[in-house]
């Protein structure tokens, strides 16, 4: 990937991201909060914060929050949001989850939700958070996931880089169990969490051309009815369900 | 940068190259084994290994 058109990308719809329902309220976060058994004592780090929802849902629970993105314009719409909060203990920094700026074994928790599927290669990534993470310490991902159905995989991979040429892959949930494994992680509970998708906003924040729009609307709407029972596709408007898991693995 | 607490985040971080420690100067984060020098903009450290400057003398 290019570090660049990841962050020219969100650095064009930061402000979006902001109050995107999905994103500020999306039902894995109450989810992410539970795994992650936040203590008072904590610190915590916040990988691919983006608008800062995981960081700020945390912070009332743990000692301090570190949270860093890629995108600067990201982390200046966090940190506003931050301040608006009156939440004093979270600290922002750029930077790539391939090479984090940190000791090995500093944080207790370490959390990534809705960014993975920006990610090149999962496992350098996961194996990254890993090192950061004190024994006993507990990493929690949520992201969409591909079903199992290698049809549905790639229909759904394909819809999502036409709307983002940023997207890489929603991994499946086989590919995380192996990420976790390779990285010496332990897998505690997972959980799924089906989203709803508005398709008009998600194109929205995204600021997929008008052109590609046209060719996802028939995508979903005009594929096999076996696919668009997978997705959930309905219409007017129109609207689809993104398969989701939240996962918690231990470092032992 | 400045205060108790920020001092506690540099105790906290590492140079995303080499993970040497790093130290505050003059709005920049430079780090103590390799010399990477890391921008701060806008309060935010920058600690990308691709917009480091590299120690004179380094290639």
Redesign the interface.
Known sequence: MA?RDVRQQFGRSAELYATSAVHARGADLEVVVRFARPGLED?VLDVSTGAGHTALALAPLVA?V?A?D?T?EM??VA?RLAAERGVANV??????VR??????A?FDVVTCRTAAHHYPELVPAVREMARVLRPGGRLVVSDTVSPPDEVADRFINAVEVLRDATHIRDWSVEEWHAAFQTAGLSLEASEEVPVEIGFDSWVERSATPPELREVLVTMLTQAPERLREVFAVRTEPLRFRLPKAVFVAVRP | MGGS?DR??LD??????C?GR?SEEDDRLVCCSCGRRYPV??G????????AERPEGAT
Do not use: M, S
């Open positions: 570090t610190v301090r570190v860093t890629l600067p982390l200046a940190r600290e922002f920094q750029e930077a790539d090479a984090l700026p940190f000791p090995d500093c | 607490q506690a985040l906290l971080l590492a140079c995303p190259a993970r790093l903009r806008e935010i450290p920058v600690l990308l290994v691709e917009e």
